[in-house]
C-alpha cells in the first residue's frame, strides 16, 4: 500500500510559477507509475501529467504542453510537478495518484492510491 501526501499548493498570481510535490510511503516507490491530476469546482477530474515507473517517459494532457513539467526523485520518494505561466484556469485541487508497475495513464482508474489533495489558485 501506498500513502501520498501533496504539498506546495496556494495562492500565485497569473504569469507566476508554482511547484507541487508529492511524497510517497509505505512501498517500493520506483515500482509505481505517478500521475497528476486535477478538478476545479463543479468540473470533472482532469488528467495534467504522468511518468512511469522507471521515470523514462513522461506525458502530459493537451492543455499542459508546455508549461508544466513533471519528473521523479526516487531517492526522496517524490514527484514533483513544476507549472510555469500560472493562468487563472489552473485554479483546482490537484491530485497525485500511484499506478503498481504503470506507464504513465490518463485514466484515473488506472490509479490505485491517490492524496489528498492540494489546492492551487491562481489570481489574475
Known amino acids: 500500500q501506498v500513502q501520498l501526501v501533496e504539498s506546495g499548493g496556494g495562492l500565485a498570481p497569473a504569469g507566476g510559477s508554482l511547484r507541487l510535490s508529492c511524497a510517497a510511503s509505505g512501498d517500493t516507490f520506483n515500482t509505481y507509475a505517478m500521475g497528476w491530476f486535477r478538478q476545479a469546482p463543479g468540473k470533472e477530474r482532469e488528467f495534467v501529467a504522468a511518468i512511469n515507473y522507471s521515470g523514462r517517459t513522461n506525458y502530459y494532457g493537451h492543455f499542459a504542453q508546455g508549461r508544466f513539467t513533471t519528473w521523479r526523485d526516487d531517492s526522496k520518494n517524490t514527484v514533483y510537478l513544476h507549472v510555469n505561466s500560472l493562468k487563472p484556469e489552473d485554479t483546482a485541487t490537484y491530485y497525485c495518484?500511484?499506478?503498481?508497475w504503470g506507464e504513465g495513464s490518463s485514466d484515473p482508474s488506472d490509479y490505485e492510491y491517490w492524496g489528498q489533495g492540494t489546492q492551487v489558485t491562481v489570481s489574475s
Open positions: 495518484a500511484a499506478d503498481r
